[in-house]
């Protein structure tokens, strides 16, 4: 695990976790402690590194007061890491405000060119990893037309693409609508939808 820049993303496994508590209580103490939690879940904690020797060391005190501890990460085949990485990038909320590149953050993450990564990963997966990529950043734009009320060119800043132009170029290929269309058919969905559970929800007492 190399780490070089301020948006590192590492990846360390846990053992022990059990439950959603378990997820809670190690977010909490992880956040107090003043670590950059991207993503929580059993087994598995990804945070925004680089990460010191003592920073590892301080993570496995905080796991081991809580009943879990680290395990070692070499047993995860790199697909595996890949997707791990690659899902935690685009859980951040403004991917503008990452100035390092993904391909770059997987090179450091899993010490590897990136030619070598992608071809494991499309082996293993089916897919090859820049359709991945795709695919989540597609994803990351669908959430913003469906839950915010930002402009396309604020979600096509913030999901990290070079242009609305291009944004929508992509979103066409690959759900064959334009983002535009999709908000407004997505609207006209709630809307039926709000309107059909008022009119189930009783209005008086029968006579």
Known sequence: MMQTDSHTIVSLRVKGMVCDRCIAVANHE???????????????????????????EKIRSIFIEQGFSL???????VHQRVKILVDAYF??????????????????????DYDTISGQFTKAEGIT????????????????????????TEIAHRTGYSSVQHLS??????TGLTPSY??????????LQHESEESAVPTGIDQ
């Open 30 to 56: 992880l956040v107090q402690a003043g670590f950059d939690v991207l993503s929580i879940q059993l087994g598995q904690l990804t945070l925004r590194g680089p990460l010191s020797a003592e920073d590892v």
């Open 71 to 77: 395990i070692n990460d070499i047993k995860q085949t």
């Open 91 to 112: 859980t951040q909320d403004d991917l503008s405000e990452n100035k390092s590149r993904l391909s770059t953050q997987l090179q450091e993450s899993l010490e590897s």
């Open 129 to 152: 990893l820049e359709k991945y990529i795709i695919l989540r950043r597609i994803n990351k734009v669908k959430e913003r037309l469906v839950y915010s009320d930002l402009t396309l």
């Open 169 to 174: 170029n992509q979103f066409r290929q690959q």
């Open 182 to 191: 999709f908000r407004q058919v997505r609207r006209e969905k709630q809307a």
